[in-house]
């Protein structure tokens, strides 16, 4: 008698991991350029509009950062993930968009706060959170910054933090103690 | 306050913090063109293979720092070329290796400028010349260059 077979639906494709992606690329794969690219942009632009750069120059700021990154994959050992690297690059490219705006008298002036689904109250309640959370941490020093919001945005441990800003683990804990600090009295 | 209640306050001081923390940026992220980007990274990098890129020194930064450097090391030679009167110095050459001749080699060098100049006053020493020390060597030279 014939066993009944069991009916298991195909499990759909795991996503190739990014070192996956990154060989290819190094191989010529422009898809697996392209897949990075859609994988970690809303991060990096999260953690570029976090740190203060402005909404109009966003794109250009992932865009830049990516041509960094991808340039430079050579140099990429696989210390931390390619996303936390990438945020770092990110960070350089922001600054130094920052040295050329101050070069040009450009003020940025970030209007990503003003738009939110959701209840008006609690709307504008939490925009205004927002929005003096982000002065506090534009007015934090470059490496409490980054820290915070590898750790605070991005969720990041500490270890993996230490890895990509090529410092220890007790002293990123130590810029995040501070910078928390300093955000709360600025918020107060 | 009691601590307690300080514990629970710094408590929801923290979460609200985070909280906030993590919706930082969250709105003009969702606003990027993800696939706009992923298009333009691509053919920034096709145009721009990373061979094509020029290496660090030739950056500009570092062209700028080389040029300033050899402006600064050509002044300096201009500035040193400039200083101090540079006849003082030959005439003192002249003297210091007239010193190292020999008797007959002097008597050369004086027959010589017998020929080209005109001596008027100046006279010669008696004695031979090989009797002469270098300090008198170079009060005779002097006369000679007037």
């Known amino acids: ?188 | 306050m009691s601590e307690d209640a300080k514990f629970h306050d710094g408590n929801l001081h923290d979460a609200k913090l985070h909280e906030a923390a993590r919706r930082l940026g969250s709105a003009a992220a969702e606003r990027v063109d993800v696939e706009r980007i992923a298009v333009a990274v691509v053919e920034q990098l096709r145009r721009e293979p990373a061979g094509a890129t020029r290496p660090g020194w030739i950056q500009p930064a570092w062209l700028r720092i080389a040029a300033a450097l050899l402006l600064l090391m050509g002044g300096g030679l201009v500035v040193r070329q400039m200083d101090g009167p540079k006849a003082a110095h030959d005439a003192h050459f002249v003297t210091d290796d007239l010193t190292d001749l020999s008797a007959d080699e002097l008597r050369d060098v004086f027959n010589t400028l017998d020929e080209t100049l005109d001596l008027g006053n100046t006279t010669l020493p008696e004695g031979d010349l090989e009797d002469l020390d270098p300090q008198q060597l170079r009060a005779v030279l002097r006369s000679l260059e007037g």
């Not at chain 1, 205004?128 to 534009?138: D, F, H, N």
């Not at chain 1, 820290?147 to 230490?162: H, S």
């Open chain 1, 1 to 188: 008698m014939a066993q009944p077979q069991s009916i298991a639906a195909t499990p759909a494709p795991a996503p190739a991991p990014d070192p996956a992606l990154i060989a290819a690329w190094q191989e010529g794969d422009e898809q697996a350029a392209a897949e990075l690219v859609r994988r970690h942009t809303r991060a990096l632009a999260r953690f570029l509009a976090g740190a203060g750069a402005p909404e109009a120059d966003l794109e250009d700021l992932v865009q830049e950062a990516f041509i960094r990154a991808f340039r430079a994959v050579n140099r990429f050992r696989g210390q931390c993930q390619f996303r936390t690297w990438l945020l770092t690059i990110g960070g350089n490219v922001l600054k130094d968009h920052g040295r050329r705006a101050a070069r040009h008298k450009v003020v940025p002036l970030d209007d990503s706060l003003t738009a939110r689904d959701g209840n008006p109250h609690e709307r504008a309640e939490a925009g205004e959170a927002e929005a003096r959370l982000a002065v506090g941490v534009g007015e934090l020093p470059r490496l409490q910054r980054e820290v915070f919001l590898l750790r605070a945005q991005q969720g990041l441990e500490y270890d993996e933090i230490a890895a990509a800003l090529d410092t220890t683990e007790g002293a990123a804990r130590v810029h995040y103690h501070h910078a928390v600090k300093r955000l709360k009295e600025m918020l107060q």
